[in-house]
């Protein structure tokens, strides 16, 4: 069997987690993806029975009907019993920033509506202080979006609207538009801020996952750390 990478030690420890019965969470991004396969590997050699699964976008949900994993709406089952999705910084409390694979708000949708959510990733994710690394997503509806830039701004983010390659913004899978915020000195209170950006007419969500993964499950090439909200 070829050797595994960090995301894929991560999603196969997130696997032993899985029981017959359950209704998953399918989060997305490469780190999720890991997951999905090594799940639909399990599930077509009998694992488990009587699973259901709720993906976070469209892509996940493709790549989990490739392996007949059964795909129900978060309606049909109002609560998901597990959820395990990747994260692009994760701080020692495990707040989170997630979205820069476009599917933040049907991720938190999703993650507010579980028992438990894990969170996986490779120990690059780690950070002291969120908004160091990266930008945080926010999600806005196109109306008049150009005016959420100053508001941003107020807020010491600098704004750049996500798009495709021929220059035009990147949709979606709700129909929205992403900003990028970035912060030149991190987050400081990412509770606060994101209280703010709720707060404001147009904003549809953000990338901030505050208290809300119960644990983390961060792999390296050689080793496994879990990590618990505390
Ligand atoms: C998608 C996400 C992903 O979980 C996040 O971007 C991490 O992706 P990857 O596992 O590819 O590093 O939030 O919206």
């Known amino acids: ?12 420890e997130a696997l032993k987690y ?6 998953l969470g399918l989060g997305s991004g490469s780190t999720s993806e890991c997951f999905i396969i090594a799940l639909g590997e399990a599930f077509q050699s009998g ?17 989990a009907r490739k392996y007949s994993l059964p ?4 309606e049909e089952c109002g609560v ?3 959820a395990v999705d990747g994260a692009d910084e994760i701080d020692p409390r495990l707040n989170l920033i997630k979205g820069l694979g476009a599917a933040l708000i049907r991720e938190k949708i999703i993650e507010q509506n579980s028992r438990r959510f894990i969170c996986i990733a490779d120990s690059s994710k ?17 109306f008049a979006h150009q005016t959420h830039e100053a508001f941003f701004h107020s807020l010491g983010g600098t704004p750049r609207l996500r798009s495709r390659e021929d220059g035009s913004p990147f949709v979606s899978d709700n129909g929205n538009y992403i900003y990028h915020l970035t912060f030149s000195e991190g987050i400081t209170s990412p509770q606060d801020l994101d209280r703010k950006l709720h707060s404001r007419a147009g904003i549809v969500g953000t990338g901030l996952f505050i208290s809300m993964a119960e644990m983390a499950i961060i792999a390296t090439e050689s080793d ?6 505390r």
């Open 126 to 142: 780690l950070v002291q202080k969120l908004g160091t690394k990266g930008p945080l997503p926010v999600e806005v509806i196109p």
């Open 224 to 229: 496994i750390r879990i990590l618990h909200h």
């Open 80 to 82: 998901v019993d597990l």
């Open 71 to 74: 795909i129900i709406r978060l």
């Open 18 to 23: 899985v029981r017959s019965d359950m209704v």
């Open 47 to 63: 694992k488990f029975s009587n699973l259901r699964c709720v993906p976070t976008s469209v892509q996940v949900e493709n790549l």
């Open 1 to 12: 069997m070829p050797s595994m990478n960090a995301k894929q030690r991560a999603a196969a």
